[in-house]
């Protein structure tokens, strides 16, 4: 089956890092960090282009205690939990992921991702960008890279990337703050959750920062040296005053505007609530969002941590659970409104943990095979890409670097993993170099 026709988006010079007018709009510092890049990148898979949610699990989630279980291990490789059987015969998954078995035909399971990076910081930067750390020069991840080179569309307000909360480890690197993403803050499972740097400062009235405006387009027009960066300095404070004054972005971000039964669809807690507020985002035109999921470095107590969440808990509240009913929700309303097709969901953290427990009832650092899902984009569902050995130690067939993962999400994406980005020194650099792009997630490949 011939790999889907990727349109490649025109060259760009990215822009570097852009000094700021000093006011009193409190949303400056991070709104001057919006993308504003701007290229011609189009899905050539689909009549319209195609978001992206990364669930960035951030730590190293345990393969086999999610995606790739070992029932016939040994007890110290096999861990603490059961496996159960998914809507798809033969695929089998942990036993504490109900919900996510109950979808398994929307999902793509790879089981043979392998890096040779066990750091945090060192792993973070191969799968988020497709390049292994350099210290001579800062990749962008792939969200920073994904969101600047898509066509922003006409009278489009709300930021190309936003990150919820934080971004993490995904950064824009050599693309400078343009390309940095808004950061929500806060928690969203919190009654009084409101998304910062969207209020004017107080005692600033939209009338005053008008005025401001004015003002710094009046300096500008008589300076003519550095005429640029005044005007780009002008493009990200007219861009902060516009999301701040807008009632479309505020209505985007409000999570109140959901009803009581879907928020509980997706649970109580920060990241089902996060979860929510990407599809809001996605629905409302954002291209990118990352919703960042810590706490996954289980080194110790796997059941605690991934089961019950606190000492006594007669129900499971820990990731596994949070994680199960978030991820399900997200998917099945994606689904039912009719915007998983154009929006690729992707599930991955920067490693998988060691294939026996220790002494600690936990699993260490394990970069040599780790797990990652993919649902939507035309993404062919209920299969498996791969596999690792009887032990969950090394992969077994059909081995997956980040690199080709990367590409992959680019293609899926409508970019062309091979289209080039200009280094601040002038060198060119690729999206990502040696990687092959997963045949079998493209759409028309065929699933289970």
């Given at each position: ?37 701007r290229a011609a990148a189009r899905s050539a898979t689909a009549a319209q282009p195609r978001s992206c949610i ?34 798809v015969p033969g695929i089998h998954i942990c036993s504490e992921l109900p919900r996510t078995a109950a979808i ?345």
């Amino acid at each position: 089956m011939p790999a889907p026709r990727v349109i490649s988006p025109v060259p760009v010079r990215l822009p570097t890092r852009r000094s700021s007018l000093q006011c009193g709009l409190s949303a400056l510092s991070a709104f001057a960090g919006l993308p504003v890049i701007r290229a011609a990148a189009r899905s050539a898979t689909a009549a319209q282009p195609r978001s992206c949610i990364l669930l960035w699990l951030d730590g190293g989630p345990s393969h086999l205690e999610m995606f790739d279980p070992k029932p016939t291990a040994p007890a110290e490789v096999r861990g603490p939990f059961d496996t159960i059987e998914t809507s798809v015969p033969g695929i089998h998954i942990c036993s504490e992921l109900p919900r996510t078995a109950a979808i398994t035909q929307n999902l793509a399971i790879i089981r043979s991702l392998t890096s040779p990076l066990g750091e945090h910081g060192l792993a973070n930067t191969y799968v988020l960008t497709g390049y292994h750390p350099s210290p001579v020069l800062q990749y962008p991840s792939l969200p920073a890279v994904a969101a600047s080179l898509r066509a922003m569309a006409p009278q489009q307000v709300l930021p190309q990337w936003v990150a919820i909360p934080e971004a993490g480890s995904a950064g824009a690197g050599f693309l400078g703050a343009a390309a940095q993403p808004f950061a929500t803050g806060g928690d969203p499972a919190q009654p009084d959750f409101k998304v910062r740097d969207l209020d004017l400062f107080p005692g600033i009235d939209r009338t005053r920062m008008q005025r401001r405006m004015q003002y710094l387009e009046a300096w500008n027009r008589n300076r003519i040296r550095a005429a640029d960066q005044q005007a780009a300095a002008a493009d990200q404070l007219q861009t902060a005053l516009q999301m701040a004054s807008s009632d479309s972005v505020r209505t985007a971000f409000d999570l109140q505007q959901e009803s009581a039964g879907q928020r509980q669809a997706y649970g109580p807690r920060m990241f089902g609530q996060s979860c929510l507020l990407a599809r809001r985002l996605v629905q409302h035109g954002v291209p990118f969002v990352t919703v960042n999921f810590t706490g996954w470095d289980t080194h110790e107590n796997l059941v605690l941590q991934l089961r019950d969440g606190y000492s006594g808990a007669k129900q499971g509240v820990g990731l596994l659970p949070t994680f199960d009913q978030a991820f399900a929700a997200l998917i099945s309303d994606l689904q039912q409104s009719g915007l998983l097709e154009q929006t690729l969901v992707v599930a991955v953290g920067e490693f998988g943990r060691t294939p026996k427990l220790n002494v600690r009832g936990g699993r260490d650092h394990w970069p040599r095979v780790f797990s990652a899902v993919l649902a939507g984009a035309g993404v062919p569902g209920g299969q498996v890409i791969g596999s690792s050995d009887r032990t969950g130690e090394s992969p077994q067939d059909q081995p997956v670097t980040p690199r080709d993962l990367v590409a992959t999400i680019y293609t899926l994406l409508g970019l062309d993993p091979g289209h080039v980005l200009t280094a601040p020194d002038g060198r060119p650099i690729p999206l990502v170099q040696d990687a092959r792009p997963i045949v079998q997630l493209l759409p028309g490949a065929g699933g289970a």
